[in-house]
């Protein structure tokens, strides 16, 4: 987490320090902190150190505090900052006086001094090297810190120019590097902000995108399986209605082969039955004719109609000839009448294939095709038919009193 802040201290040698960023601020104490533990190690066991010798374990403290910030998500700027001024006061309180930043070229001279002559030595080149002031030189410790301190500053009469020349374009260079690594700093920091909202903003868009897709696949994915399911219903209705009709037809083929056989059977029969009731039609009319013709004429007739036996006779002929041609009427009739059934049976049972095949039929309608399909066909036109009446005695002797 990185937070704009405005933060500065100064070290012992007054150099001062400021801050735009936790981020540049966490690193710069880190490596303060690593460079004084190791130099810590480095000068070993000694029974006083000088204070900026162990200054940075406040740093330290800097350090995980300022980690524990980072860790809330609901930290503010503003808050950010008041933490970081409450540490000023504490921790950083002192670092005008107790510590030394490791970039001065005159750490590392120190800390050796430290090492190999101790605290009053150190102390003393510290304080000649910082503040220019000589401190009590009735210790040879202190007079050596002096020496060592005026030998650096001055490196010699003969040096004096060149040494402090090249010392302040050491500390030009460190300024400008320092300067630079701020700015470089700020502008990774900038990229950084840049990239994360460009990361942010297509993460968005990418989730986004995937919803929407996902929401669209799920869509397609239902709507293709309900008009599948749909599809299937429908094909498995129609399938069924097929076998239906064609278990109908199996069992219907054969019958309306019958009635179509049967109908021209009929056809055939009501023909000739036709043909001979015309030639008997024809045959009557030629002979009664003859008969009738002689009859008017008065001419001698084989039968005679004024006896019994003649009109008995003649009664019994025309009877059965009526009865002939009633007959063969009859049968004319009812093969014609036969042979229409049949071939209405037949279209009927098209007709029912028909509409099981191109609507619903239910059960009563069926039974009322079956019923008509199979019901008892009429054998025609001569049901109540019955022979010829032969006249009574009684009938007899009343025509032959008539005729006399």
């Not at 690594?181 to 995108?209: M, P, Q, S, Y």
């Amino acid at each position: 987490m990185n937070v704009n802040v405005n933060f500065d201290f100064s070290d012992l040698s007054g150099k001062n320090f400021k801050f735009q960023d936790s981020r540049a601020l966490a690193e710069f104490l880190e490596f303060e902190v690593n460079f004084w533990a190791e130099k810590n190690k480095y000068i070993g066991n000694q029974r006083q150190l000088h204070p900026s010798i162990n200054y940075c374990s406040n740093f330290k403290d800097v350090l995980q505090k300022m980690q524990s910030w980072d860790e809330q998500e609901d930290i503010t700027t503003e808050i950010y900052q008041d933490k970081l001024n409450g540490l000023k006061q504490n921790l950083f309180r002192h670092t005008n006086t107790q510590w030394l930043w490791s970039g001065h070229s005159y750490t590392n001279i120190f800390i050796d001094c430290h090492k190999n002559h101790g605290l009053a030595t150190a102390a003393a080149f510290l304080e000649y090297v910082t503040k220019n002031q000589v401190g009590n030189l009735n210790s040879p410790e202190s007079f050596l810190g002096v020496m060592i301190g005026y030998d650096y500053l001055n490196q010699g009469a003969d040096l004096v120019k060149r040494g402090k020349a090249e010392r302040e374009s050491i500390e030009l260079l460190r300024c400008e590097l320092e300067s630079a690594h701020k700015a470089l700093f700020g502008e990774i920091e900038a990229f950084k902000k840049t990239f994360n909202e460009w990361d942010a903003t297509v993460k968005e868009n990418w989730n986004t995108w995937l919803v929407d897709s996902n929401e669209q696949n799920s869509n397609l994915q239902k709507s293709t399986k309900d008009e599948f399911v749909s599809f299937m219903d429908g094909c498995n209705t129609r399938i069924q209605d097929l076998e239906n009709t064609y278990q109908e037809k199996l069992r219907l083929e054969k019958p309306a082969t019958y009635w179509n056989i049967a109908a021209r059977k009929y056809g055939v029969q009501g023909g000739l039955w036709a043909l001979a009731l015309i030639a008997a039609v024809l045959l009557g009319l030629v002979y009664f004719s003859n008969f009738f013709l002689g009859w008017l004429e008065g001419k001698p007739i084989p039968l005679g109609l004024h006896t019994i036996q003649g009109v008995v006779i003649f009664g019994s002929i025309a009877t059965a000839y009526a009865f002939l041609v009633r007959v063969l009427s009859k049968l004319t009739f009812s093969s014609l009448h036969l042979m229409r059934d049949a071939e209405e049976r037949e279209q009927l049972t098209y007709l029912y294939l028909s509409l099981m095949k191109d609507s619903d039929v239910s059960e009563a309608d069926r039974r009322i095709v079956l019923q008509a399909l199979f019901s008892r066909s009429e054998t025609g036109l001569l049901a109540a038919e019955h022979g010829p009446t032969m006249p009574s005695v009684g009938e007899i002797v009343s025509t032959a009193s008539k005729l006399k």
